[in-house]
């Protein structure tokens, strides 16, 4: 028995896999029970998921694997933690809070914003960043390619994508 979001593939005989991404990010215990047989015979394993509650716990499902938070905007999640967002394009995001996420950007870093700093109606707003240990400003410009970071210590403007990108 599993959960509708949980499935199992058969990898060959005597062999299978069990993957899936919960549809809801509330921490919760799912219970699954998994059944070998011969025909004749059975084995049953039964395993408890604990599921941690999720950055996106509370989103409003838009179907297909859309989501939208009212303080951090549009995004699709994956079957891992890779989230393409409407506004940082394809981030790892991470996070066991519902009002803040970490995500990685690629060529970037680590990043943090939360439900106060950040404002996804304008997508934008400020978001902190692990390798420099300081506090940016992301406008997002309406398009990626003219998405920026404000670096308060250098009074300058970056783009979100290293050159080349």
Not at 137 to 151: C, I, Q, V
Request: charged letters at 25%; a negative charge.
């Amino acid at each position: 028995s599993l959960p509708s979001w949980l499935k199992l593939e058969r990898r060959g005989r005597g062999y299978a896999t069990v993957s899936g991404t919960p549809t809801s990010g509330t921490g919760s215990t799912e219970t699954i029970v998994i059944v070998a047989t011969d025909g004749e015979n059975e084995s049953r394993l039964t395993y408890d998921l604990t599921l941690s509650p999720a950055w996106w716990s509370a989103a409003e499902s838009l179907g297909a694997a859309k989501w939208r938070r009212n303080w951090f905007g549009h995004f699709s999640l994956t079957g891992s933690s890779w989230t393409y967002h409407e506004h940082f394009g394809w981030i790892f995001a991470e996070g066991d809070r519902s009002d803040s996420v970490w995500f990685w950007l690629e060529g970037r870093g680590w990043f943090w914003t939360d439900s106060t700093r950040w404002d996804a109606t304008k997508g934008e707003g400020h978001v902190y960043r692990t390798d420099e240990a300081a506090w940016l400003y992301f406008r997002h410009n309406g398009a990626m390619d003219k998405a920026k970071l404000y670096r308060y210590s250098t009074s300058e403007w970056l783009p979100l994508l290293p050159e080349g990108e």
